[in-house]
T-cell receptor, first 111, second 116 residues
């Protein structure tokens, strides 16, 4: 089992659609979880942290399911500008500084 | 000045060359990182420096040699690389060591390296 696993996609959705990505992680003791966004040929940027109680930022909702060891990202009312690769990131073993990245899920929003 | 800068942005080198990648952060952070991003693979953490001390070396071959002269600068010295080392090398910085709550890592734009 991969340490952090994501469906690579691509997910092709029309503008206005709702799309959800899941990500599974291998270590039940993992403490910190994040979604990063990476545009084509650009660096990753933090989209949002994922808290135990779930959190929402505008059209984006992140959830954590510790029992099943996955996190999710829901994007409502997709915009063309949401087209990017979404990276699931986990601090797997609680070691200071070490983040483990998934391969990313590519989203393409179309007219 | 943008938060994390990297130079050069593109580098082509032969297997016998020696070159260095440079990273500079203007955010007052005290932890810096080198990552490697290859096509269709996840980002791989290579090195972590915290307060100028190397705290992580993820079994990186010795042909990659990091240097952190101060908390704002990070170098990656390259020598006798292989074609499979061609990738995007990303530098990142964060406020401190990652704790349970997590500290955001800010990435530079990367150096796209091609080894011939």
């Amino acid at each position: 089992r991969k340490e952090v696993e994501q469906d690579p996609g691509p997910f092709n959705v029309p503008e206005g659609a709702t799309v959800a990505f899941n990500c599974t992680y291998s270590n039940s003791a993992s403490q910190s979880f994040f979604w990063y966004r990476q545009d084509c040929r650009k660096e990753p940027k933090l989209l949002m942290s994922v808290y135990s109680s779930g959190n929402e930022d505008g059209r984006f909702t992140a959830q954590l399911n510790r029992a099943s060891q996955y996190i999710s990202l829901l994007i409502r009312d997709s915009k063309l500008s949401d087209s990017a690769t979404y990276l699931c990131v986990v601090n797997l073993d609680g070691t200071a500084s070490k983040l483990t990245f998934g391969t990313g899920t590519r989203l393409q929003v179309t007219l | 000045e943008t938060g994390v800068t990297q130079t050069p942005r593109h580098l082509v080198m032969g297997m016998t060359n020696k070159k260095s990648l440079k990273c500079e952060q203007h955010l007052g952070h005290n932890a810096m990182y080198w990552y490697k991003q290859s096509a269709k693979k996840p980002l791989e953490l290579m090195f972590v420096y915290s307060l100028e001390e190397r705290v992580e070396n993820n079994s990186v071959p010795s042909r990659f040699s990091p240097e952190c002269p101060n908390s704002s600068h990070l170098f990656l010295h390259l020598h006798t690389l292989q074609p499979e080392d061609s990738a995007l090398y990303l530098c990142a910085s964060s406020q401190g060591k990652l704790l349970a709550g997590g500290y955001e890592q800010f990435f530079g734009p990367g150096t796209r390296l091609t080894v011939l």
